[in-house]
């Protein structure tokens, strides 16, 4: 769950439509501009063109849709799955700074970033299937995969369907494993389950249109988490991805529903058996839903990140420094 789209533009898909058409290159000739983020900010580039090694390609999946992904950087495959209608152009430091150590990929999920809008494949388990297939594409027989937000889900979905069989390690960042809290549930169910919403219909009308809702039904501080930009780091990959992406409402809010009525608690407690990382942080919207995570994964670490770190739900765009050091440490263990 990212934003609404008030501030974003709602139209104009020319640039998909380029990237669509062409082979890899650098994002830089692909976008077909430069670009000169707002702050400096020791260790991250100035400029678009600082980092040389960034590319965007294209793969199409079994289905016909063409998908873009941003890559950069040699050695080990590392894979970013974005959360609902964000995409690889938000990761441009996080990018940045793992390609020195890892072949960084970043896939853009049908219908968000630059990648092809279409109708068909709403729902968690075709962007399972989706990312699924770019592994393949990939030919690589083991992947590192990192999924923030709904791209939590999405990882999630894909081991439920496929297994870890092509699974390295896995990262989960700030996802619950329910949105959708049921009239039934205890407190504490609700809150181990990470629930926010009391229905899913007015949560996708908020998430989408910027209506005001109660907290009784929608209850959920990552907009306004959002919209602080109280990081130089964010703000600049904030301010790349307003520029070269344009998210259309109607295509992003197709999944929407369908993501938040999935509840992943079985998944997690039975079939998440590699080397597990889970990244979340004090103002999280569910944070007793992260340390239930923690406890029904065998083995693995949870990260917590402090109102000094960052910790809210967007902390590796916040803190990429903190975020990319403690991710390459659980990678090399």
Same mark, same amino acid.
């Given at each position: ?65 063409? &998908? ?6 040699? /050695?080990?495959?590392? =894979?970013?799955?974005? *959360? !609902? %209608?964000?995409?690889? $152009? ?40 989706? &990312? ?6 990939? /030919?690589?027989?083991? =992947?590192?995969?990192? *999924? !923030? %937000?709904?791209?939590? $889900? ?180």
């Amino acid at each position: 769950m990212q934003r609404t789209f008030i501030n974003r533009a709602l139209a104009g898909f020319a640039l998909a439509l380029a990237v669509g058409s062409a082979a890899a290159a650098p994002a830089i000739s692909i976008i077909g501009k430069d670009f000169a983020f707002p702050n400096k900010v020791d260790g991250l580039p100035a400029r678009l063109s600082d980092f040389k090694d960034l590319q965007i390609n294209t793969f199409t999946t079994s289905d016909g849709v063409k &998908l873009s992904y941003w890559e950069a950087g040699k /050695g080990k495959p590392l =894979v970013f799955i974005p *959360g !609902w %209608s964000a995409n690889g $152009a938000e990761y441009v430091n996080v990018m940045y700074l793992l390609s020195k150590h890892y072949h960084v990929y970043v896939l853009d999920p049908r219908n968000q970033g630059l990648s092809e809008r279409t109708d068909r494949g709403a729902r968690i388990a075709r962007f399972a299937a989706d &990312l699924k297939e770019f592994g393949d594409h990939l /030919g690589a027989k083991k =992947v590192d995969y990192c *999924g !923030w %937000s709904m791209g939590a $889900a999405v990882l999630w979905s894909y081991i439920d369907l496929f297994g870890t069989k092509g699974i390295n390690k896995a990262v989960f960042i700030d996802e619950p494993p329910s949105i959708y809290s049921h009239a039934d549930w205890s407190e504490k169910e609700r809150l181990d389950a990470g629930g926010i919403t009391s229905s899913p219909e007015r949560m996708v009308e908020a998430f989408t249109t910027g209506k005001p809702v109660s907290s009784l039904v929608v209850n959920s501080q990552a907009f306004q988490r959002f919209m602080l930009r109280d990081s130089p780091a964010f703000a600049n990959s904030e301010a790349f991805a307003e520029s070269v992406v344009k998210n259309d409402v109607d295509h992003v809010k197709l999944v929407l529903f369908d993501h938040a009525m999935n509840d992943w608690r079985d998944v997690i407690r039975t079939k998440v058996n590699v080397p597990t990382a889970i990244f979340t942080g004090v103002y999280s919207d569910s944070l007793q839903g992260q340390r239930w995570i923690h406890s029904a994964i065998p083995n693995s670490e949870l990260h917590v990140y402090t109102a000094q770190e960052q910790g809210d739900h967007f902390l590796a765009f916040k803190n990429p420094f903190k975020f990319t050091a403690d991710l390459r440490a659980f990678l090399e263990r």
